[in-house]
């Protein structure tokens, strides 16, 4: 039998290891203060007790890494990778998401709630495994498990089962990782388009980070130095203050713009230099 056995990264790059359903393991950060942490929740410093609240919360609230896991949900915030992603499969610009969900692994998604809820208040899945239930939730909703035997976590293998599937418009979420690159250079057929949003960036290197903007769609800040170092020299297009998401092409900036759009606010900007002083600390 399986180990029940889910490892996330969150807040700072802190790695979480939850088994049955309880805490088995929290790591440490660097990073001491979100804005976004402050601004909902109040919260002044990242530290162990609140991770562990905050992952308790998570559990309890929507299930995550249990059986209990909710797969659809409404809008969480105003404009982040999920939201991005709801509003353009709802607007008919994209027919297939690539995501990775605790209890599942990589999957493809076509129902905007299911994409709202399966990557809306999760952070960086490192590893997971099987969870019976939530994989027959999402199969109930059309969604596709590339393994539901090992919930392998292989964005590339998703796109492949994408492409098998006849889908044409398809945006795949992904952690910074060489397999993005290798994900951009895979051949499609003429009609096909292939957009990559890469999340959870907190210690991506300079190196990583170049490559991240040369090959995606849509990259989120998160807490990392050198995407904050990269959009001072390059001065990409963005959205926000605490937490920018910058578009690495025009394609991200269409995407990102047609979310602002629904909800009415203002369009990407072009702002340099950029405000800072609400941003994460310390960045890494």
Do not use: W
Not at 41 to 60: D, S, Y
Request: charged share 25%.
């Amino acid at each position: 039998m399986v180990k029940d056995r889910h490892v996330i990264e969150t807040l700072g790059k802190v790695r979480v290891v939850i088994e049955n359903g309880e805490i088995t393991e929290v790591g440490s950060s660097d990073m001491k203060y979100c804005p976004m942490f402050h601004a909902m929740h109040g919260v002044e410093e990242l530290n162990e007790e609140f991770i562990r609240k905050n992952i308790n919360f998570r559990i309890n609230d929507f299930g995550m890494c249990t059986p209990e896991r909710v797969v659809e949900m409404d809008d969480l915030v105003t404009v982040g990778i999920s939201e991005i992603l709801k509003t353009n499969m709802e607007k008919g610009n994209i027919d297939c998401v690539v995501g990775a969900c605790d209890g599942a692994g990589t999957l493809l998604m076509t129902n905007p709630r299911v994409v709202q809820g399966v990557g809306g208040r999760v952070s960086g899945l490192v590893s997971t495994t099987p969870i019976p239930e939530v994989i027959e939730k999402l199969e109930e909703k059309d969604c596709v498990i590339l393994n539901p035997e090992t919930a392998e976590l292989n964005q590339l293998e998703g796109l492949k089962l994408a492409l098998d599937r006849g889908y044409k418009n398809i945006a795949i979420t992904i952690l910074p990782s060489p397999m993005v690159e290798e994900i951009r250079n895979y051949p499609v057929d003429d009609g096909v388009n292939v957009y990559i949003f890469v999340a959870h960036t907190t210690g991506a290197s300079a190196d990583e980070v170049k490559m991240l903007f040369e090959n995606a769609d849509i990259v989120t800040a998160c807490a990392s130095k050198a995407i904050d170092e990269y959009a001072d020299e390059h001065e990409p297009y963005y959205y926000g203050v605490k937490v920018p998401i910058f578009c690495a092409s025009d394609d991200g900036r269409r995407f990102l713009d047609i979310r602002l759009e629904k909800i009415g606010k203002p369009l990407t900007t072009n702002n340099y230099p950029r405000n800072k002083d609400d941003t994460p600390n310390k960045l890494i």
